[in-house]
Antibody
Framework: QVQLQESGPGLVKPSETLSLTCTVS????????WCWIRQSPGKGPEWIGF???????KYNPSLKSRVTISVDTSKNQFALKLSSVTPADTAMYYC??????????????WGQGTLVTVSS | QSVLTQPPSVSGAPGQRLTISCTGS?????????VKWYQQLPGKAPKLIIY???YRPSGVPDRFSGSKSGTSASLAISGLQAEDEADYYC????????????FGTGTKVTVL
């Protein structure tokens, strides 16, 4: 079955850019939307955005000005860049597939998550 | 930012029935967007347990059930078991600002 694995630095300095990669295994990255979701300690998850294998993207309006999601179909990977980070961006970052059944969509599967701390 | 509101915690004895509410607005749950529920065990990623308001994925016990009415939704857990102790999140789609996916504030279920 499809599995996802996040990778990237666990510590980022304030004002710098957070960069993470998600590797998809057990299936092709084609024909689905692929998402980034984060969860601050003790809070509910927050959807960051998604990318389709064609490169079409959609972002959360609250983060849109700082987010870029890209895809590399040759490597079965997609990536997240979040610029001008502050300590408020400290969170567990998950990648997930946006699965569709007819017109119903849900997040499944999820990666195990990677903790990113923003601190000097 | 959590757009959907849930009670912070609920608790019950083994075998009891619990319900968790999820309150949204006219731009998300009330806009006929369906509701999903996820269970998050400690240190794990969220796992889907209800989709399209009332349906359970294969493998999810029928002790879990979902409902939706107006701008709110509910998750019920009947015959509460120790392994149900977890955080639960509702999730939907908000049709404002061009559209985006939203989650609830989360509810911690404690089995006494």
């Amino acid at each position: 079955q499809v599995q996802l694995q996040e990778s990237g630095p666990g510590l980022v300095k304030p004002s710098e850019t957070l960069s993470l990669t998600c590797t998809v295994s057990g299936g092709s990255i084609s024909n689905y939307h692929w998402c980034w979701i984060r969860q601050s300690p003790g809070k509910g998850p927050e959807w960051i955005g998604f990318i389709y294998h064609s490169g079409t993207t959609k972002y959360n309006p609250s983060l849109k000005s700082r987010v870029t999601i890209s895809v590399d179909t040759s490597k079965n990977q997609f990536a997240l860049k979040l610029s001008s980070v502050t300590p408020a961006d400290t969170a567990m970052y998950y990648c997930a597939r946006l699965y569709s059944s007819g017109s119903v969509l849900w997040f499944d599967p999820w990666g195990q998550g990677t903790l990113v701390t923003v601190s000097s | 930012q959590s757009v959907l509101t849930q009670p912070p915690s609920v608790s019950g004895a083994p075998g009891q029935r619990l319900t968790i509410s999820c309150t949204g607005s006219s731009s998300n749950i009330g806009a006929l967007n369906d509701v999903k529920w996820y269970q998050q065990l400690p240190g794990k990623a969220p796992k889907l347990i209800i989709y399209d308001n009332t349906y359970r994925p294969s493998g999810v016990p029928d002790r879990f059930s979902g409902s939706k009415s107006g701008t709110s939704a509910s998750l019920a857990i009947s015959g509460l078991q120790a392994e149900d102790e977890a955080d639960y999140y509702c999730q939907s789609y908000d049709s404002s600002l061009g559209g985006f996916y939203v989650f609830g504030t989360g509810t911690k279920v404690t089995v006494l």
